[in-house]
């Protein structure tokens, strides 16, 4: 496949963002996907357990050490 999403579920941008700023895009709107959305409001609720996730710091993946 070429070009931009065909569907608008696909997504139009795709980057590592630190947990830091998600609740300003958020709040500016820059977030449009539900999913996604519900997503990163349960992160920012119930962050990873034993991880501390400090301003500026992106959430670790699952499963690493």
């Known amino acids: 496949m070429k070009g931009p999403p065909a569907d608008t579920t696909e997504a139009t941008r795709v980057a590592w963002i630190p947990l830091s700023e998600v609740r300003d895009l958020l709040d500016r709107g820059q977030l449009d996907d539900g999913a996604s959305i519900t997503a990163l409001l349960y992160l920012l609720a119930f962050p990873p357990i034993g991880t501390a996730i400090k ?4 959430v670790p993946e699952a499963g690493a050490t």
């Open 55 to 58: 301003p500026g710091e992106t």
